[in-house]
């Protein structure tokens, strides 16, 4: 299976910057897309920024001009640059993949897909 690990998160000031790093590892084969999403106490979980592997990118509308996502193919993975954050922007920020990925068995291995989470990363904006 896939494994993401999220890291860069922490607590800022209000106007700050974090930079969300994920790295993807596993047996993949190739990378659909990767993106954030986010979730804070008492609200559904959202997307943040998603890149596909042919570089098209999507916002919420809220963090357009604020956040980029970028990718590094050949590391599997992604970032996401957070400018000018604000106190509405603390969540638990997770990373996602959509992935092919190589599953094992008796005779053998085969491609299917698969859909993967991180663990999440705290983000807390606050003075």
């Known amino acids: 299976q896939v494994q993401l690990v999220e890291s860069g998160g922490g607590l800022v000031q209000p106007g700050g910057s974090l930079r969300l790093s994920c790295a993807a590892s596993?047996?993949?084969?190739?990378?659909?897309?990767m993106g954030w999403y986010r979730q804070a106490p008492g609200k559904q979980r959202e997307l943040v920024a998603a890149?596909?592997?042919?570089?098209?990118?999507n916002y919420a509308a809220s963090v357009k001009g604020r956040f980029t996502i970028s990718r590094d193919n050949a590391k599997n993975t992604v970032y996401l640059q957070m400018n000018r954050l604000k106190p509405d922007n603390s969540a638990v920020y997770y990373c996602?993949?959509?992935?092919?990925?190589?599953?094992?068995?008796?005779?053998?291995?085969?491609?299917?897909?698969?859909?993967?989470w991180g663990q999440g990363t705290q983000v807390t904006v606050s003075s």
């Open positions: 996602h993949a959509d992935t092919v990925i190589i599953r094992y068995d008796d005779d053998g291995g085969s491609c299917s897909p698969a859909a993967s």
């Open positions: 596993g047996s993949i084969v190739s990378i659909y897309a």
């Open positions: 890149i596909t592997s042919g570089g098209s990118t």
